[in-house]
């Protein structure tokens, strides 16, 4: 239902061919996001966007839009602009326009009859930027470390726009070649800049943790006793659920439920994120686990996965992978690939059965590196974000 204090602008469709795309910006289309379906032929647009003195018009591909000129949106309270189509009879591709002069940047969007469209666009900035907060303090742990913010284009531009959040473990090889292992990073805001150009990844937050020297026993849930050392990964989890996420979503425009947020790391990063996604459900709904460290401390993972059933609460995805070339001194060979297909096959004996809520892919030739894991880093994205 459009809120009661929206003004409305209405047009009925005349039926008749689609139009060309006006200015060749336009792109291939991409569902948009949608509210609750309307009645049958009644389409809804609702546009947020701060314009303040300017207006925004809707372009589109067959009547009563077109490619050729914009129809004016009513402006509404909390910078919504609207535009009801009755008569709707086959999809549409539509683009706002700011002044209908600028197009939106990014594919264009696509209504089904009766769709309810909530749309956030930007039509100037390109990328992202990455925010480091230095010194962050943790009680939990009894240490403190810096976090790296990346906040996406339509962020820094689209201020009335919330976003679903990542967090990734091992902070420093994420942005910046300077700080990285081996100077290597996972390109996480080149990923995400790019999938803000052509919507193959939903615009989110991704914060980045930087491990400390403690990395081993925080990233890992239990003892390993070949390794002699592990067991903090539990207060690990802890730190970021009670103290740094409350942080990030009081300062930054965030979606907090377990649906909109991620948690996702590779190696023992990888572990503990399938640790988190199973203890901490109603926190994290969407799991990453890129080459993980399932062998530790006999498997202990793949029990904790063998519990899922039991709880009142999983997980909504769950992404997991490896290569099958090369190891890191110490680990088995192939990247862990035998134990890591036994995970998830334990993720499907625990009822992830489908392509919807499991995706694992060995990428063949791949070695145990952040080279590596930035190259498999759109997919995992991809599937648990989903497109724009």
């Avoid at 966007?49 to 372009?59: D, E, Q, V």
């Avoid at 519990?307 to 680990?331: M, N």
Wanted: hydrophobic share 40%; net charge negative; glycine share 12%.
């Amino acid at each position: 239902m459009v809120p009661r204090a929206l003004a409305i602008a209405t047009l009925t469709a005349l039926g008749g061919c689609a139009s060309p795309r006006g200015d060749g910006a336009a792109s291939a289309a991409t569902a948009a996001t949608a509210g609750d379906a309307g009645p049958s032929g009644v389409t809804t647009v609702r546009v947020h966007y701060p314009a303040g003195a300017h207006a925004i018009a809707l372009r589109g591909s067959r009547d009563p839009l077109e490619w050729g000129h914009g129809v004016p949106m009513a402006r509404g309270d909390q910078d919504v602009f609207t535009l009801v189509i009755e008569g709707l009879a086959k999809p549409i591709e539509l683009k706002p326009l700011l002044d209908d002069a600028t197009w939106s940047l990014g594919p264009n969007y696509r209504a089904s009859p009766g769709d309810t469209l909530d749309l956030y666009p930007r039509f100037s900035r390109v990328a992202g930027e990455v925010r480091v907060h230095d010194g962050f303090a943790s009680a939990i742990l009894g240490n403190a470390r810096s976090i790296r913010v990346y906040v996406p284009p339509t962020y820094l531009e689209n201020t009335i726009a919330s976003f679903p959040v990542v967090y990734m473990h091992d902070g420093q090889n994420l942005f910046d070649p300077s700080v990285a292992y081996s100077g290597v990073t996972w390109r996480v805001a080149e990923t995400m800049d790019a999938a803000a150009k052509d919507a193959s990844i939903a615009e989110a937050i991704v914060v980045g943790v930087d491990n400390t020297g403690d990395r081993v026993a925080e990233y890992t849930p239990t003892a390993d006793a070949t390794w002699g050392e592990g067991g903090k990964g539990e207060a690990y989890v802890r730190m970021i659920v009670e103290e740094l996420k409350p942080r990030i979503d009081a300062e930054y425009r965030t979606r907090p439920g377990s649906g909109d947020t991620a948690i996702v790391g590779s190696s023992l990063g990888g572990l503990v994120s399938a640790w988190a996604g199973v203890t901490r459900p109603e926190v994290f709904g969407l799991v990453g686990a890129l080459s993980p460290t399932t062998w530790w401390d006999g498997r202990m993972i793949l029990g904790v996965v063998a519990s899922i059933p039991s709880r009142p609460t999983r997980a909504r995805r769950v992404y997991v992978d490896s290569g099958d070339a090369g190891a890191l001194p110490g680990e088995p060979p192939n990247d862990g690939v035998t134990d890591t297909e036994a995970l998830a096959d334990a993720y499907r004996a625990a009822g992830y059965v489908d392509a919807v809520t499991l995706r694992y892919l060995v990428q063949h030739g791949a070695t145990h590196d952040e080279a590596h894991w930035a190259e498999r880093l759109p997919g995992a994205l991809s599937f648990l974000l989903g497109p724009r």
